[in-house]
Every structure is written in structure tokens, then in C-alpha cells.
């Protein structure tokens, strides 16, 4: 009995020297700051919603600062990032104002807590100036905000998006002084789910490769 082989048809749709290239690995490094973020977000836009910006009450007292805290945290975790990708430069400004931007930041978390436990005094000037580091820490997010899209040190949407998130505090606080808390605190609330929620899964999907080489965005 004969025996015959028959070789397999030649790939046409394959062009001449191209061959099959595997991506190189790559790692997420930034995924718990993102989603820390995300979640902060998500959760204080939901505080907002259901008791506005006030303080009145348990709900407001508990909830509302629970909320704030966890975003305020979240916040702290992008700051980290920002620090780690020298997204604003890598010179001493740069490096200074993210320093400047965390204690405020820090600063603002501790008026949350006081906040939080009921122990805010307006009429204490001290309580007062801690107060106003709330409003300043997210003023300086937006400046930031802008460093990043002029700097370029990131890539794609995450240059700009930033200063989409950030401006938080300059669209809501005068909305707050212009049409009162009634929409104020709606405006807040969808800024922070199509600013800072999102900001968030974006730095999360950062990816850079296994081999320590440049950074690729997702």
C-alpha cells in the first residue's frame, strides 16, 4: 500500500517575513489607587445625594462625613500616583506642590473627622482654619488638574481627564452659591460620577511592562 503525504497548502493571507508577535507582559501597579478612588467617589456622591452638604442630623453627621472621608482618601491614593509618574514633572516645584497638596488634603481629612465626631467649632478660629482646607485642597486638585494636561507626562485620556475630574470645586461651589444647595447638591453628586469615578478606573487600567520599560496607557 502507497503511502503519500501531501504538504499544507501555503498561508496567503500572511505577507512575506511577517511572523506572530506575543505582547509583552504587563502589570496594573496602580489598580488599588484607581479603585480607591472609584470608590471614594461613588460613595460620597451617594452621601451627597441623599443629604446634600449638610451636617444636620445623624444622617448627615455619620453618612455624609463617611462619605467624604472615604473620597478624601481616595484622593490621597491618586496623589500617590501623581508622585510615583511624575505626571506634573519630576523637578523640586513639581515634587513641593504635590507635597503642599498633600497636607492640605491631610489638613481637610482632619475636618472631616471633626466633623464627623460633632466636635466642629466655626466660631474657634482654629476649627475655622481647618475648615477652610477643604475648599483649598480641591482647589489645588484643579490646579493640578492642569499641570497634568500641560505637562504630558501622561498619554491619551488620562492628560486631560484630570482636569475634567478636578474641577470639581469650580463648578460646584459657585453652583452652590448661585442656585442653592437644592441643586447644588445634584450638580455635586453627577460631577463626582463623571469626574472622579471615572478618573479613577482610568488610572487603574494604567499598565506599564513587566520589564520596567515605558509606561503603556490602556
Known amino acids: 500500500m502507497a503511502l503519500t503525504q501531501t504538504p499544507a ?87 513641593f506642590v504635590l507635597r503642599a497638596e498633600t497636607v492640605a488634603l491631610s489638613v481637610a481629612i482632619v475636618s472631616t473627622l471633626s466633623d464627623f465626631f460633632g466636635i466642629t467649632n466655626l466660631d474657634n478660629p482654629v476649627s475655622l482654619a481647618i475648615d477652610m482646607f477643604w475648599p483649598l485642597s480641591m482647589l489645588g486638585m484643579f490646579l493640578i488638574g492642569i499641570r497634568i494636561a500641560v505637562a504630558g507626562r501622561w498619554k491619551g485620556l488620562s492628560r486631560f481627564y484630570p482636569m475634567v475630574a478636578e474641577s470639581w470645586a469650580v463648578v460646584t461651589v459657585p453652583t452652590l452659591g448661585i442656585l442653592g444647595p437644592g441643586v447644588a447638591r445634584w450638580v455635586g453628586a453627577a460631577h463626582l460620577l463623571v469626574g472622579y469615578a471615572v478618573l479613577g478606573r482610568i488610572v487603574a487600567r494604567k499598565t506599564v511592562p513587566v520589564d520596567g520599560t515605558e509606561p503603556v496607557e490602556a
Open 9 to 95: 497548502p501555503a498561508r496567503s493571507d500572511v505577507r512575506s517575513g511577517q511572523h506572530a508577535t506575543t505582547p509583552p507582559p504587563v502589570d496594573r501597579p496602580y489598580l488599588r489607587h484607581g479603585t480607591m478612588l472609584t470608590v471614594g467617589a461613588v460613595a460620597w456622591a451617594a452621601m451627597i445625594a441623599a443629604f446634600g452638604f449638610e451636617n444636620d442630623g445623624p444622617g448627615g453627621q455619620y453618612g455624609h462625613n463617611a462619605g467624604a472621608l472615604l473620597f478624601q482618601l481616595g484622593v490621597l491614593a491618586l496623589l500617590r500616583v501623581l508622585w510615583r509618574t511624575n505626571a506634573i514633572g519630576d523637578g523640586r516645584l513639581a515634587r
